[in-house]
C-alpha cells in the first residue's frame, strides 16, 4: 500500500491550506486515516483522524480550525487547515492502517506512512 500526499507551501498566518493524501496499492480495508505533524526539535503528534465509519479525533491546538474528511470510494483524506498560525509550521505526514488484499484469501496488516509535506505560516 502506498501513499501519495499533496498540498502545503508557505501560507500568511489567518490563511487556509488543503493538504490531501491518496491511499493505493491491494487495499481490502483502511480503518483509520490521519495527519501527523513534526516541528524541528519536536515530537512528531497527531493532528487529525478519521475512521472508515466518519469518526474524527483532533488535536487540541487545531480544534475548531481544521476539518478532515475522507472519501472511502477514493482512499483519500484531507484536512482543510483554516485560521492558520505560525506554530503549525511543520512537516505533515498522512498515515493510513488498515488490511490488504495477499494471495488468495490472505488479508495482511499495514500501517502505512505518506512522504511528509512542508506547511510554514509566516507571521
Known amino acids: 500500500v502506498q501513499l501519495q500526499a499533496s498540498g502545503g507551501g508557505l501560507v500568511q498566518a489567518g490563511g487556509s491550506l488543503r493538504l490531501s493524501c491518496a491511499a493505493s496499492g491491494s487495499i481490502f480495508v483502511i480503518n483509520v486515516m490521519a495527519w501527523y505533524r513534526q516541528a524541528p526539535g519536536k515530537q512528531r503528534e497527531l493532528v487529525a483522524a478519521?475512521?472508515?465509519?466518519?469518526?474524527?479525533n483532533y488535536a487540541d491546538a487545531v480544534k475548531g480550525r481544521f476539518t478532515v474528511s475522507r472519501d472511502n470510494a477514493k482512499n483519500m483524506v484531507s484536512p482543510q487547515m483554516n485560521s492558520l498560525k505560525p506554530e503549525d509550521t511543520a512537516v505533515y505526514y498522512c498515515n493510513a492502517a488498515g488490511r490488504y488484499r495477499g494471495s488468495d484469501y490472505y488479508r495482511g496488516v499495514f500501517d502505512g506512512w505518506g512522504q511528509g509535506t512542508q506547511v510554514t505560516v509566516s507571521s
Open positions: 478519521v475512521t472508515s465509519g466518519g469518526s474524527t
